[in-house]
């Protein structure tokens, strides 16, 4: 079964530093993609960044970036120059197809990081 | 603008009553997804349909229903054999369901009971 673990209950980083989000996952396939949603307090879920287990390139958008590392099988969040509007709480997520709940989402407990300034 | 809309946003249930939380979407995305999420903890799938009138069960299907009449519209019915609803409820949808597919989230229903 697929497993997706988040260490970090909490995280807390003043503006402007960068801050890592640990994501670690665990899955018997070798096609799978992994994906990072932010969760503000209004609830809505925010797609933030995406890697497949094949690309040889580390995702990055905008802030965000993901530091991959397939044999260790980690996906950390790297947002860089953080802002107030970044605190929230953070998913790791991954999907795989061969999964018996077909391609659905399987989430970590999450990590809330809180930015101050 | 494209987009999932979800209502309501709260919902409140009765001992022995079924409620239906409403997920539409816009996006012309074949898939469709329902997740639990309890405080403090991820996200849950409940259902998902890749296609109209099919769906699926996922991890806690017990005490929900769902329909997939139109490829816009996925429904969630929680029954009153569901006997701890209170939760936030997400809808997702997806183009698809290949591994590189972002599945895109609606804003949520928060069900609470009396």
């Known amino acids: 079964a697929q497993k997706i673990t988040q260490t970090q209950p909490g995280m807390f980083v003043q503006e402007k530093e960068a801050v890592t989000l640990d994501c670690t996952y665990d899955t018997s396939d070798q096609s799978y993609g992994l994906f990072w949603y932010k969760q503000p307090s209004s609830g809505e879920m925010i797609f933030l960044i995406y890697q497949g287990s094949y690309d040889e390139q580390n995702a990055t958008e905008g802030r965000y970036s993901l530091n991959f590392q397939k044999a260790r099988k980690s996906a950390n969040l790297v947002i860089s120059a953080s802002q107030l509007g970044d605190s929230a709480m953070y998913f790791c997520?991954?999907?795989?197809?061969?999964?018996?709940?077909?391609?659905?989402?399987?989430f970590g407990k999450g990590t809330t990081l809180s930015v101050s300034s | 603008d494209g987009g999932i809309t979800q209502s309501p946003k709260y919902l409140f249930r009765k001992e022995g009553q079924n409620v239906t939380l409403s997920c539409e979407q816009n996006?012309?995305?074949?898939?469709m997804y329902w997740y639990r999420q309890d405080p403090g903890q991820g996200l849950r799938l409940i259902y998902y349909?890749?296609?109209?009138?099919?769906?699926q069960k996922g991890d806690i299907a017990e005490g929900y229903s769902v329909s997939r009449e139109k490829k816009e519209s996925f429904p969630l019915t929680v029954t009153s054999a569901q006997k701890n609803p209170t939760a936030f409820y997400l809808c997702?949808?997806?183009?698809?369901?290949?591994?590189?597919?972002?599945?895109?989230f609606g804003p949520g229903t928060r069900l609470l009971v009396l």
């Open positions: 997520a991954m999907k795989d197809p061969a999964n018996q709940a077909g391609t659905a989402l399987i």
């Open positions: 996006l012309n995305h074949d898939a």
């Open positions: 349909s890749q296609i109209v009138n099919d769906f």
């Open positions: 997702a949808s997806s183009e698809g369901h290949n591994r590189g597919e972002t599945q895109y």
